[in-house]
């Protein structure tokens, strides 16, 4: 890929980039990531922990524009952007529900939506509805585009914060054993997170999940071809005593239709609850992407194994080192 | 109440702070404010006054950033905190329609959006439709909350903005005459407004209402409580003539439901036209709300004692002055 | 028309700034324009290219803070000024659908709200969906107001960067042969272009319209007034290898209602594709106000003399310009 830096503010102000490229002109899916890239970016997040609200922060990207252009609501991650860049110095131009704008009610093409959001904007963060939008998105700009989630497809920033976390919760990303808990079928979250896992060694996975939301058979090749040791229990317990992580997430009642019959079974049959905790070793800990509904119960949240909050905060600082790496590189 | 700056950017910014905390952490409700915490705000208002274009107004809040979460909309009170964030320097994270949005509409508590949320920002301001939210929110909160209005409940910024007005207006808060005109009953806003006059002495109210929208009885009890003289009045000419401040209210419709006869006989009842400023004395002015209806005729607007813009433009001053206080102290 | 500068930032900071005032205080329709006018504002936003993304720019309009009252969405408009005043360093208030706001829901009049937002901004961009609402808040206001399109009404700033961006491709404004193209009739763009455009001489127009959206006599009696030589055709290959500049418009659906039959046989008469490009000179340019459908084919983009993303960006240039002009001066 080419890069897209030719049409930077003139005033260079970011006091401590090294003039090194950024490899990627966008961010698009997981499968950009490997090993080395994770590691020097994490490098970053975890500087942008310490910088977050000092003055030299601000510097970093002042005079950057970004542009939220959110084809569909989701208020957490469009925040965790714009806080992202607004910590860095940086102004944003947001669209909430740039699907019923006028010019996509009109029948514009996302092309010529981003052809002209371009001029107006220095990074475009991309919310669709639509798998594959980012990736069209991206050939069509010249600026970066980051896929901020589109639709079934990916959501790259939420795969990078979760690995990060586990980084930063349990100190390494070889050699853990972390159990994939509910919705497993359908969370892109998981999916992604299974993938990324992929590209560390020592690694053993354990899915936990209802009979109709059971991993799928794409990722699971992928992980033996890959080395990584997989296995699926129904005793959350049993999973819970043997991990470094638990990775929690919702299951998604939109998924089950009119069987709400199947849904109510799903979402009460594994639970990270206060006699959970009680099996979980001390160092371990729970992630949960967000929103939950009652599959971690709120009596956990005090329990300083609960990381999904600092998880949340972490996407903070991954996309503060995203968007200062792709807007003046290393 | 224990104070949350301790996550403040590193560099402390402002020119004028003496680094004495504000003794609130949160701004939930009128009651929180005695007379000699009015007084201290009103003086930083003031202040605000005059710096509120300055550059050095700029430096006072540059480097924080403030969430608004809007769980219904309310662009003039979300327009003014905004606005008063943005003179200070500050930057700010908007969500105006959060009630729509994917977390809460998927279920997600109001603790966990705060909690998520207080990780992207240094102060929250929430409006909500349910009494009592702002004050579960302060409660699951590290940062400073400022309630905007939480449904039937309290609206604690615009109780300030109409005291600081009445000061700013008529000299004093001590000894004035106060006619209070409109929907009694229903209005957080002249129920807030007669609490808080409790606090001083020599007051004299007069409630102006049509039958249905009667002052209640909680409020009268109070105030006899407080040794303050209150009586009803039909009569709004003899009231107007005697009062140094005539606060009305819209007649809100939403209340009547299907009786709009009641409705239509409630509104007309008490307008205040140019007859009725004839009888107004020189010094004294008209409040209201706003927004108004015919509750008030556009003649008079070129009045000088029709005070009900200045008024609007207070609520900047007051939220300047509770932004500052909450995020760097006194 | 008098200045409404007297509430501007103590600190002025612009450092270009000559200290000559504009002479408009608000803008509201084309006919505000002369050519002397349009000549010095198209020599600063030609500055504004230049200074675009630089330092500089920033400092123009630090400090200063503007309200984009949108009471229709209009994305493209809005994020063009966004990105505008921001570009130069002021910060923006945004409403993004003020027809659904509380107040206007509740029935305040468009007076009132303008009275109230210019307490919390220096400048008010307006856009709504009644003919007329730009002047009636100009005058209510004593802040600048500047029309993003009103409706059926005028959308000046359109009509600047239509006129700026054929100086910019054509390199002259006299003597130059312009084909509107499209919906004639309904199209304020098009009205708006051949008016300013007979302000200059030597101009040759060329209507290419369906039947049913032809060009309306108003127009064409103005420009015979002027002097303006101009012919109707329905050879648009013809038409096109005679112009300087063809304008492309949409033919809007919503005019037609139920009568699907003439849509569609309108929409397909006059489409300008790789056929037709051939037809046109070599230093001609094709433009079109966005969003465009199928009337321009994509396979065209790629042609230098498609200049309508080049265009859309002039709309920033023009609108940086006019956001200078009114509340810095010259």
Redesign the interface.
Known sequence: TTNKHT?????Q?SLSSTGEMFPLSDVIEAQQFDRNLLSRIFEVARLMEVLE???DA?NIL??Y?M?TLFY?????TR??F??AM??LGG?V????N?R????AA????L???I???E????IIVLRHFDSGAARQAAAAATIPVINAGDGPGQHPTQALLDVYTIMREIGRLDDIKVGLVGDLANGRTVRSLAYLLGKYSGIKLYFVAPDVVKMKDDIKEYLTSKNVEWEESSDLMDVASKCDVIYQT?IQRERFGDRTDLYAEARGKFIIDKSLMQRLQSHAVVLHP????DEIT?DVDSDHRAAY?RQ??NG?YIRMALLKLLLVGW
Do not use: I, M, N
């Open positions: 049409e930077a503010p003139l005033k102000s609200k000092g003055a601000q002042k005079g524009l542009a569909e609501p989701s208020t957490r925040l965790s714009e806080s607004k910590r102004e131009l947001t669209t909430e740039a019923e704008f006028s010019s009109k029948g514009e093409t092309e010529d939506t052809r002209t959001v001029g107006y904007s220095d919702r967000l929103p939950r509904l709120v909050f949340a905060k903070l």
